[in-house]
Structures are given as structure tokens and as C-alpha cells.
């Protein structure tokens, strides 16, 4: 037997039992009309519309990308680079000119405690106010705890554990005095799981796993979020002088076969940064095709 079904305006449907359930959809356009009128609820707009982002070491790798996806999503970007004045200039004018948003490098030591304080000062007078802050900046200085020197821990921990230190504490009283902010920590998966070899890197990642979830408790309260993002095997400028064989090995181990772009890390910044996240602090999300499962 078929039914016949006559022109509607709305949706067909069959129930559990078989009948023809015709559903109008005018009150559902009707709610959908006020959702994007209201711009609380407006999910066509970009994510981060208005919202200024600091994020350090941007000039390149897993920063640079975080940075082209936060301009997309509408966001002013304040971001911080080592030496290439002349790079930091040329990804003012690309993001800038790209995506119709305010971007300003600054050369600056994230690892120095009086120049994150400057460096604070000089984006807060710049741009006005600051919604989020990334401390992505990180090196490696990998060997063997055996042959490691007492100037490889250092570096590694300065410049990964000690900068975000450095910033969280030069932005406190401007994310309490807006009662919001969202700080996401870069750490890494090798903070969950160490590695031969990474002594530093891993207790430098490990370390700021704790400082996002002691800052989360403590910032709470005063609605700034603290979270952390923690990626695997991400293919950047580094990856790419690995040798083939060594790149396969790793991906053999990944659940979904393949390495991760910056623009997977970037996507789960985005969600930390937004106001989709506020009910989202102490947390580490996981960046790694399933590299480790917890």
C-alpha cells in the first residue's frame, strides 16, 4: 500500500507505528528567526567576533595556526615572535588584510619576567582589552637524561614553563578587573606519558598541566577559565626534516592513521576560546588522534 502525500508546507514524517505525521515548520523557522537575530545565539557569526588574543610564539608551527584560525573566526591578534622581524611583519599584513582584523607582532621573551610584564602593559594599551591569552611558546632540547646539561633544563624549562608563569601572572589583574578571560595552555601528550630522550619537554608539559588546574580553581571564581590543549604527533616545519620511515613508525600508532595539522589544534583552541566553553576550566583536551585515551 502507498500513501499518498500531498503538497505541505512543513516536514513528512512516519511515526513508530507507520502513520503519516505531517509537522509544520513554521514555528521552528519562527525560533530559528530569533536565534539569529539574537546575537547570543547567532552560531553563522564568527566564534571569536571582537574578541583580541594574545598568543605567544605565533610566527610559526602550531601558534601561526591558531592564530590564522582566531582571525577567521573574527579576532583582533596580538602575537609574539623570537627574531624574524621581517616574517612578523609580512603575517601582520597577511592575517590583516585577510580577514579585515587589527594584528600586531611584538618581539619579546616570554621566559623573562619583566619583559611579560611590559609586554602585557604594551598589548592592553594597544588593543584595549585582552579576552584570551595563549601561552603556546616551547622549545625542545632533546637527548638523554644522561647527557643532559644543566643549561638544556633550564632553557626548556624557561621557555615552556616559566613564560606561561610569566604571562598568567602579568594578565591576572586585567582578567579579574573584566571578571572573564580564557587562558589555554599548550602542553603535550608527552605530559601525560614522558618520553626517553625528553626529560625536560616532559616535565616542562607535565608542569603546566598542574598550573592550568591550580589557576583554574583559583580564577574561578572571578569567571576566568583556564584550560590546556594537549597535542600528538602534529606535522609543522619540525616534522618535516624527520626522515619517511621514522613519520611512519609514528603514525602506525595513532588510532586514526594519519598525523594532526595545526589547524586540529587550532579547532580545539577556538572551542576554549569561545563562549561555547564557559562551563569548560581545569581541563586537558587531548589533540591526538588517539594516541592516549584517558
Not at 499518498?4 to 530559528?32: A, C, E, Q, S
Not at 605567544?56 to 573566526?73: H, P, Q, W, Y
Request: charged share 20%; net charge positive; glycine share 10%.
Amino acid at each position: 500500500m502507498t500513501a499518498k502525500l500531498t503538497k505541505y508546507r512543513g516536514h513528512i514524517v512516519l511515526d513508530l507505528f507507520g502513520n503519516v505525521r505531517k509537522i509544520p515548520y513554521i514555528g521552528v523557522r519562527r525560533k530559528l528567526d530569533g536565534a539569529f537575530q539574537n546575537p547570543e545565539f547567532n552560531y553563522l557569526r564568527p566564534m571569536l567576533n571582537g574578541k583580541t588574543a594574545l598568543i605567544t610564539g605565533a610566527s610559526r608551527g602550531i601558534g601561526k595556526g591558531i592564530a590564522e584560525v582566531f582571525a577567521k573566526n573574527g579576532c583582533n591578534i596580538a602575537f609574539t615572535f623570537a627574531s624574524s622581524v621581517e616574517k612578523a611583519r609580512a603575517f601582520e599584513t597577511e592575517l590583516s588584510s585577510a580577514y579585515g582584523v587589527k594584528v600586531k607582532g611584538y618581539q619579546s621573551n616570554a621566559a623573562d619576567f619583566k619583559a611579560s610584564e611590559e609586554l602585557a602593559n604594551a598589548v592592553i594599551a594597544e588593543f584595549g582589552k585582552v579576552d584570551i591569552l595563549i601561552n603556546n611558546a616551547g622549545i625542545t632540547r632533546d637527548t638523554l637524561l644522561m647527557r643532559m646539561t644543566e643549561e638544556q633544563w633550564d632553557e626548556v624549562m624557561n621557555t615552556n614553563l616559566k613564560s606561561a608563569f610569566n604571562l598568567t601572572k602579568a594578565f591576572l589583574r586585567h582578567f579579574l578587573g573584566n571578571k572573564a578571560g580564557s587562558i589555554i595552555n599548550m602542553t603535550s601528550i608527552v605530559g601525560l606519558t614522558g618520553n626517553a630522550g625528553q626529560a625536560n619537554y616532559a616535565a616542562s608539559k607535565a608542569g603546566m598541566i598542574g598550573l592550568t588546574k591550580s589557576v583554574a580553581k583559583e580564577l574561578g571564581s572571578r569567571n576566568v577559565r583556564c584550560n590546556a590543549v594537549a597535542p600528538g604527533f602534529i606535522e609543522t616545519e619540525m616534522t618535516e626534516a624527520l626522515n619517511e620511515d621514522v613519520k611512519k613508525s609514528w603514525i602506525d600508532t595513532i588510532p586514526l592513521k594519519r598525523g594532526g595539522t595545526t589547524e586540529d589544534v587550532a579547532n580545539a583552541c577556538l572551542f576554549l576560546a569561545s563562549d561555547m566553553s564557559t562551563y569548560v576550566t581545569g581541563q586537558t583536551l587531548n589533540v591526538c588522534g588517539g594516541m592516549v585515551m584517558q
